[in-house]
């Protein structure tokens, strides 16, 4: 299956700096890609999904000022976690979705990046 | 989107059958049944996909009914390596707003 690879997949950061995180789609064109954030024991929480081209489109709640989404092209979007603080430590996921059919076909996710704030 | 609900966590040993239900009451016509597999710090894997009747793979089967409002993930066999977080989403694909709201998901924990 098509590959989705994130960078990096940990980082430790001091309380009050930006974190860059890349998603990448391998071998296919993704127009839409998709960020979670999951807490330990818990669900992925979606937060935002990424277009190519143009903004993102944030889940309620999420503060588009502190998670700076920017998908520059079909293979690539990036999520900064501005000033970041320690409740920012998480670990964050990205998916992207092949094509633009309506058929719903199959979400491929990245492997995860492990943010700790200190 | 339709909201699902799954049980919270499942036990089974090594070589049995696991069915984990999934309920979707409030699916919609266009919506597809995916199923995804977690490990602990790593990101989903998919399963298995379907819109009705049965579905199967090498991996497992997915069961759903006539009515859609529920579907069963079937796994054959399991092994300890089985042990996972499994997830049901509900949604449906096209150019307009595919999204995948994730619910709490199914803790399955096979024993020895």
């Known amino acids: 299956g098509a590959v989705v690879s994130q960078h990096p997949s940990w980082v430790i950061c001091k309380s009050g700096t930006s974190v860059k995180i890349e998603c990448r789609s391998l071998d296919f064109q993704a127009t839409t890609m998709f960020w979670y954030r999951q807490f330990p024991k818990q669900s992925l929480m979606l937060m935002a999904t990424?277009?190519?081209?143009?903004?993102?489109?944030?889940e309620q709640g999420v503060e588009k000022d502190k998670f700076l989404i920017n998908h520059a092209s079909l293979t690539l979007s990036t999520l900064t976690v501005t000033s970041a603080h320690p409740e920012d430590s998480s670990f964050y996921i990205c998916?992207?979705?092949?094509?633009?059919?309506?058929?719903?076909?199959?979400?491929?996710f990245g492997e995860g990046s492990r943010l700790t704030v200190l | 989107l339709a909201k699902t609900t799954q049980p919270i966590s499942m036990d089974s040993y090594e070589g049995q059958e696991v069915n984990i239900t999934c309920s979707h009451n409030n699916i919609a016509t266009n919506d597809y049944i995916t199923w995804y597999q977690q490990f602990p710090s790593q990101g989903p894997r998919f399963i298995i996909q379907g819109y009705k009747t049965k579905v199967t793979n090498e991996v497992a089967s997915l069961f759903i009914p006539a009515d859609r409002k529920s579907s069963t993930l079937s796994l054959p066999r399991v092994s300890l390596s089985d042990t996972a977080v499994y997830y049901c989403l509900v949604g449906v694909g096209n150019t307009g707003g595919f999204k995948t709201i994730f619910g709490a998901g199914t803790r399955l924990f096979v024993k020895a």
């Open positions: 998916s992207a979705k092949e094509g633009t059919g309506v058929f719903a076909g199959e979400l491929f």
């Open positions: 990424s277009n190519e081209g143009s903004k993102a489109t944030y």
